[in-house]
Nanobody, 123 residues
Framework: QVQLVESGGGLVQAGGSLRLSCAAS????????MGWFRQAPGKERVFVAA????????SYADSVKGRFTISRDNAKNTVYLQMDSLTPEDTAVYYC????????????????WGQGTQVTVSS
């Protein structure tokens, strides 16, 4: 069982940056690949980024590639999402999730989810 708690969301102007954090409970954090997803109002939840168990491999949605960076600190049981050059289209609730698979972009592959943190980008 893994419990995930996101933080770091908020209101930012277009072009700004935010850093999201996701703290995980338990002593098996390093055995999970981690992902970030987002859900905009009236839309489905979509993949944003994922990172492998040791952090050596990452994957990004095309919409965020080059602007967002996912990282993890297994000693702190925490995964991060650095978001730069934000646009209003990035406005959404951001969720972190844990997967027992290697590196997966499908939400169905994630067994554990946080409650989400709101990110709002004003124009």
């Amino acid at each position: 069982q893994v419990q995930l708690v996101e933080s770091g969301g908020g209101l930012v102007q277009a072009g700004g940056s935010l850093r999201l954090s996701c703290a995980a409970s338990g002593r098996t954090f390093s055995s999970y690949a981690m992902g970030w997803f987002r859900q905009a109002p009236g839309k489905e939840r979509v993949f944003v980024a994922a990172i492998s168990r040791a952090g050596g491999s990452t994957s990004y949605a095309d919409s965020v590639k080059g602007r967002f960076t996912i990282s993890r600190d297994n000693a702190k049981n925490t995964v991060y999402l650095q978001m730069d050059s934000l646009t209003p289209e990035d406005t959404a609730v951001y969720y972190c999730a844990a997967s027992g698979s290697y590196l997966i972009t499908a939400g169905s592959g994630y067994a554990y989810w946080g409650q989400g943190t709101q990110v709002t980008v004003s124009s």
